[in-house]
């Protein structure tokens, strides 16, 4: 398999200077700072169900998920029970990538949708198996945002002229959607692309990078900090995912920019976590 067969376009970006981090949002994503960026290529949509299947089906591969005969699933509370935080997480044996809810569920109506409950290993085989490789955070948050400093991937208003531009949280989270929320994965590039020309690096699912996740941003290393995550905790290395996914909300975990960034251990899947492709130069 090449790239080249892919369903996935690449666009090529760099090289470049712009202005990586925050210093308005979370406390991890500080400080801003100028960064360099050498030329690469990346997937202008993330990996979907159908080219995962694909990978599987030549390889007979087994995700961490199938192995662990489960992986963590999204539920919201009922209405009105107060909740605590995370309790909307429920480890649902049979839950994988290609039955996202548990074992009963299918991903036949869901070729398109970006692939989930992957964790790092998983994608670092499909990229073996592809000939390319995972972007790096530098690489995502640049393809992100550009060279602007605008707080979101097009702009500085979340919803420009009252329109979505990203499958994020809509109403209060976790158990107060409103009617027009969408609480799912939504098919890959139904939302704008952005500057860049990719489509759904805001929202949608979470995004693995090969970079180690620390507390704060160093200006001399990548994501670096004085606290370094212990590499033999469980679950392995602490990880940067990027861009939110579709249950960031305004009121819980608003992530939906390109400098925020969360921690996850290397061999965690999720119902909100996929990836998207890079490589250092177009194929």
């Known amino acids: 398999m090449t790239i080249d067969q892919l369903l996935s376009e690449f666009v090529q970006l760099g090289p470049d200077e712009f202005y990586m981090g925050s210093n308005f949002g979370y406390p991890e994503e500080a400080p801003e700072h100028r960064r360099l960026i050498n030329g690469f290529a990346i997937s202008t949509t993330p990996v979907t169900n159908l080219e995962f299947g694909r990978f599987v089906v030549a390889t007979k591969y087994k995700t961490v998920a199938e192995q662990e005969t489960g992986s963590m699933v999204f539920e919201a509370p009922p209405f009105g029970v107060e909740a605590q935080d995370l309790s909307w997480w429920h480890f649902r044996q049979g839950a994988c990538w290609h039955s996202p809810s548990g074992a009963s569920s299918t991903i036949v109506d869901k070729p398109h949708h970006p692939v989930v409950h992957i964790a790092l290993r998983d994608a670092l085989a499909f990229c073996e198996w592809v000939g390319c490789r995972l972007p790096n955070e530098i690489e995502w948050e640049y393809a ?102 579709h249950l960031c909300a305004e009121n819980y975990c608003s992530r939906y920019r390109p400098s925020a960034r969360i921690p996850q251990p290397e061999y965690f899947s999720a119902s909100h976590i996929g990836f998207r492709i890079a490589d250092d130069v177009k194929k």
């Not at 550009?146 to 531009?165: E, V």
């Not at 409103?178 to 995004?207: C, H, Q, R, S």
């Not at 970079?211 to 590499?231: I, N, T, V, Y």
Request: charged share 20%; hydrophobic share 30%.
């Open 144 to 245: 992100a945002r550009g060279s602007t400093r605008d707080t979101y991937a097009w702009g500085n208003d979340l919803h420009p002229n009252g329109k979505m531009m990203a499958n994020h949280w809509l109403g209060e989270f976790p158990s107060g959607p409103k009617p027009e929320n969408i609480g799912a994965t939504t098919a890959v590039g139904m939302y704008p692309k952005n500057l860049n020309g990719l489509f759904d690096m805001i929202g949608n699912v979470w995004e693995w990078t090969t970079s180690e996740f620390f507390e704060r941003h160093s200006l001399h290393a990548c994501c670096g900090s004085q606290k370094k995550q212990d590499p033999l905790q469980e679950g392995g290395r602490l990880m940067v995912l990027k861009g939110g996914s």
